[in-house]
């Protein structure tokens, strides 16, 4: 079709092929929109699909599984199957499912869960761009106590499975699970400029 096209345009347009070509050009417009049209409904049932699971576990208050459906969706995003995420993995993680997610969170909890909510925190307790910048182990710790990842100075990533999983969480408990990492640290600075980065400041 392209090179049927591209022969036309080479010709000499004459009032006899005129009409011809405004026909065929005409069509191929109609066969593009018609292309964009499905493209973006398989996309809306890709994403239907995707985020399903975890907005059914949300709507049921099963904020453990819904947790840890959400650290699912995000390694499916970035292709991984292993637990861990890496800081490259969040520099390529797409801001339209970080965005997705928090509003689900937010959605099902009345704004008491989600990145939003949670980047919001970590600036409330003096967190900055520039303090992510340096890694300021001080104001992580500050915000690990206000939502309940640290107890009596201890971070309480290893007594996961007996958190309190209810509206009654301290605000800004969850998602918390996909930020368990490895990397420590370094790794929740980078989750924190990704979530700036994707405007999620409220």
């Known amino acids: 079709m392209i090179c049927y096209l591209e022969l036309i345009m080479t010709e000499s347009v004459t009032p006899e ?5 405004s026909a065929i050009l005409s069509e191929v ?3 593009k929109e018609k292309v964009l049209y499905l493209e973006e409904k398989l996309k809306l ?3 239907i699909d995707r985020y399903s699971q975890l907005q059914e576990f949300l709507k049921a208050g099963k904020f453990k599984e819904a947790d840890q459906e959400t650290s699912r969706v995000i390694l499916d995003a970035v292709n991984r199957s292993r637990e861990d995420l890496t800081p490259n993995d969040m520099k390529q993680l797409p801001c339209n ?6 509003r ?3 959605d099902y909890s009345s704004d008491r869960f989600g990145f939003s909510i949670q980047l919001r925190l970590y600036m409330e307790v003096g967190g900055s761009i520039d303090t992510l910048r340096s890694q300021n182990v001080n104001i992580l710790q500050k915000y690990g106590d206000r939502v309940g990842w640290r107890k009596n100075g201890q971070w309480e990533g290893n007594n996961y499975p007996n958190w309190d999983f209810s509206l009654s969480a301290p605000k800004g408990s969850f998602p918390a699970i996909w930020w368990k990492s490895p990397y420590g640290f370094k790794m929740a600075t980078f989750c924190f400029m990704r979530l700036i980065e994707c405007e999620l400041v409220q």
């Open 17 to 21: 092929n005129n009409s011809d070509l």
């Open 29 to 31: 417009q109609f066969l």
């Open 97 to 102: 499912i970080l965005q997705v997610i928090d």
């Open 45 to 47: 049932v890709s994403d």
């Open 104 to 106: 689900l969170w937010r």
